[in-house]
């Protein structure tokens, strides 16, 4: 019993582990990319680790984009990481506030590529 609520305040202190809905809005307007309706959901993999598996919403349904490592410094609230993909690499910060995580893909010569707002569900 004392082992069980200390599992259940341990996964009530994860602020990240969970799904989030928001949208993910494409800033480079000249690009094949386009403004999406996005779900995450993040697994703790370890201490400050976790794993984000993205889908968008097309016509009602979830299509799995990919899955994205990410480590979170609590110091200052941040989500980040890389992706390596055909285009070459892009990273993902994002900042966690209550339940709500705002954030950017950009490029890896900068470029800002897109701007995340999800919320907690």
Excluded at 108 to 115: I, K, P, S, V
């Amino acid at each position: 019993m004392i082992v069980a609520a200390i599992l259940l305040g341990a996964a009530a202190a994860d602020p990240i582990s969970g799904t989030w809905e928001g949208t993910s809005l494409c800033q480079v307007k000249s690009s094949p990319c386009h403004d999406e309706h996005v779900i995450y959901r993040f697994t703790r993999s370890a201490p400050g680790r976790y794993k984000l598996d993205a889908y968008k919403i097309v016509g009602g349904k979830e299509l799995f984009m990919g899955a994205i490592d990410l480590t979170f410094g609590p110091a200052r609230n941040l989500l980040q990481g890389a992706i390596t993909g055909n285009r070459g690499a892009s990273y993902v910060r994002l900042n966690l506030k209550a339940n709500h995580l705002s954030g950017r893909l950009t490029l890896a010569d900068g470029t800002l590529f897109r701007l995340i707002e999800v919320t907690k569900r």
